[in-house]
């Protein structure tokens, strides 16, 4: 009974919401038409694995994006945009919660199964008892939720004798017909199908529902449907050349089928038979119920292993992938593109793209140029960026973000397309946008560092006025972070030593340290204060809001 009175109060939030005049029927911009009121939109959330600031047409790289690129054409661009983190799986914690990498005590991140849920980790430093994902706000609000890709969140496996796995180099010995506990389900999905650890780690099999699902459905879903594997390459089918990592010491389990080179495929049609299906099923049972799909794609994470045909069939190539951009971190960032187009393409064949907001963008920053190779020599990932993933230097955590909700022309679009926005804003900004948008109520000790990116997105937030005071960075390695308050960045090391300051007005590339220079003392004092005061690198600490409870 609770709950329905929840959901129904979410309900008449949202719709007082999506009616009212100042958020949709105003101009965003002089000369754009007014926006009629209209129902909830489903929400695709989008997000890549290190596709750096430079990678995508619209930002500038050589690589054909198309499809993003039309995102970006039909709705905003945002300069600055940053991950929560400059590494995979802390920023993961942070986009499903809208609270930094450290809020659970794990700055570094939960990533493989043998590790538990970082959802779950010091959950009793909460009201609720755990990490709220903005799953749960949707579902709490009448959605219906769905997972799909890579997931790095950590988890719950078991061997043989019903043990918890809780040694990295014991998670092969793992019993498959037990399955995965809290996961997804537990944290706000309806349904969701993932790799517990993406394309790198291990298990190297898909779950579903915290069910191993065997890629061959008539294999039994247990250990007889696996096989280790070590470092190297591996045909498995016909359409591409798998390649396992990082189990060059201890042999990692996988499922006998399974195939980097159609892991983007797998998880792209699934997604779209989801969204098919759900549309296909309001239309059957008169119920209008919006979705919200999280799709966590594999690429442009390594191995680089492009299938040779998008459709799954190389029989005849009708959608090359593999050979496509003449080399192979840009065939997989290709496909990337492939990805997004059919989830777009499924959206309007369901007619239901003009009313879904859909986001996109990565989870750190570009990859090391050592590990990539581009077709056109001339692409550079990280344009004028200083460094790479897993720095805290801009090249570190400054993404592609991409934000678009209506038909892409002015009179019937919420964001104004076209549109480019040089806010400040960090990936997770976006849970805080859902809890706006839905009304549902935002606890105190939840969603501690996400601000709604709603009045950039309206237009209503004039761009001379800053959404974000400032954000806070958090390096590969967790314990060195930096701050930002408007063009000034500060470093502060683990030992909670300021080190280096920037203006990023006057020097984007990051080149003129300026923490010896005295006129800058004050500065720097108070930008370490204030660091310190939202994160003190102390795990056992629970810090502050940096951000207003909605």
């Known amino acids: 009974m609770l709950n329905q009175l929840l959901k129904t109060h979410a309900k008449v939030a949202l719709a007082a ?6 958020l949709l029927s105003a101009c965003v911009q002089s000369g754009q038409a007014t926006v009629e009121a209209r129902k909830p939109p489903n929400v695709v959330f ?14 500038g790289g050589k690589v054909p994006t198309p499809n993003i690129d039309r995102l970006a054409e039909e ?38 199964v043998n590790n538990s849920s970082g959802f779950s980790a010091n959950g009793d ?32 496996v078991y061997n043989e004798d019903g043990e918890p796995i809780r040694e990295k180099d014991k998670l092969n010995t793992k019993d498959f017909s037990r399955g995965f506990d809290d996961g997804l389900n537990e944290h706000g999905f309806d349904y969701w199908l993932g790799l517990p650890s ?10 579903e529902n915290g069910k191993f699902k065997p890629i061959d459905p008539s294999n039994p879903a247990d250990n007889s449907s696996t096989r280790l594997y070590r470092d190297g390459f591996y045909r498995i089918s016909d359409n591409g050349l798998s390649e396992i990592v990082e189990a060059a010491h201890v042999p990692a389990r996988g499922d006998v089928d399974y195939d980097s ?47 040779f045909d998008f459709d799954g069939d190389p029989s005849s190539i009708d959608e090359q992938v593999y050979g496509k951009t003449g080399a192979m971190t840009s065939d997989v960032l290709y496909e990337l593109d492939l990805q997004v187009g059919k989830i777009l393409e499924t959206l309007e064949a369901q007619g239901v793209a003009d009313n879904t907001l859909i986001f996109f963008t990565s989870d750190n920053g570009a990859l090391w140029p050592r590990i990539t190779h581009y077709g056109d020599p001339s692409h550079d990932n990280n344009g004028p960026l200083r460094d790479y993933k897993a720095s805290i230097y801009e090249g570190g955590h400054r993404v592609p973000f991409i934000a678009k909700w209506g038909d892409g022309t002015p009179a019937n679009s919420v964001i104004r397309p076209g549109s480019v926005s040089d806010q400040l804003i960090m990936g997770l900004d976006w849970v805080a946008t859902m809890y706006e ?36 960075y958090q390096a590969g390695f967790a314990y060195d972070g930096a701050i930002r308050e408007g063009d000034w960045v500060l470093v502060v090391d683990k030992d909670n030593r300021a080190t280096e300051l920037y203006n990023l007005k006057n020097d984007l590339a990051q080149e003129y340290n300026l ?36």
């Open 75 to 112: 709705g905003m661009r945002f300069t600055d945009a940053h991950s929560p983190a400059a590494l995979c799986a802390p920023s993961r914690f942070s986009l499903l919660t809208g609270s930094y990498p450290y809020r659970n005590g794990r700055p570094g991140g939960s990533w493989d």
């Open 437 to 472: 948008m839905t009304g549902v109520p935002m606890q105190k000790d939840q969603a501690m560092d996400s601000i709604s990116l709603l009045p950039v997105l309206t237009g209503e937030q004039d761009e001379s006025d800053p959404l974000r005071e400032f954000a806070i």
């Open 125 to 156: 430093r909460t009201d609720a008892g755990r990490h709220i994902t903005v799953a749960e706000v949707m579902r709490e609000a009448g959605y219906k939720t769905a997972f799909f890709g890579k997931m790095h969140l950590g988890g719950t």
């Open 198 to 207: 993406g394309i790198q780690h291990e298990p190297y099999a898909f779950f």
């Open 261 to 307: 080179s159609q892991v983007g495929i797998q998880l792209t049609n699934a997604t779209a038979d989801f969204i098919t299906s759900h549309v296909e099923n309001n239309r059957r049972t008169g119920s209008d119920q919006p979705f919200m799909v999280y799709f966590s794609s594999q690429a442009i994470h390594v191995p680089h292993t492009p299938p």
């Open 515 to 550: 923490i010896d220079d005295k006129r800058y003392r004050n500065k720097v004092r108070y930008l370490k204060e204030k660091f310190l005061t939202y994160n003190d690198h102390d795990d056992d600490t629970v810090e502050p809001r940096s951000t207003q409870v909605l």
């Open 17 to 22: 919401l999506l009616s009212s005049t100042t």
């Open 46 to 59: 989008i997000l890549a694995d290190d596709v750096g600031f430079g990678d995508l047409g619209s930002y």
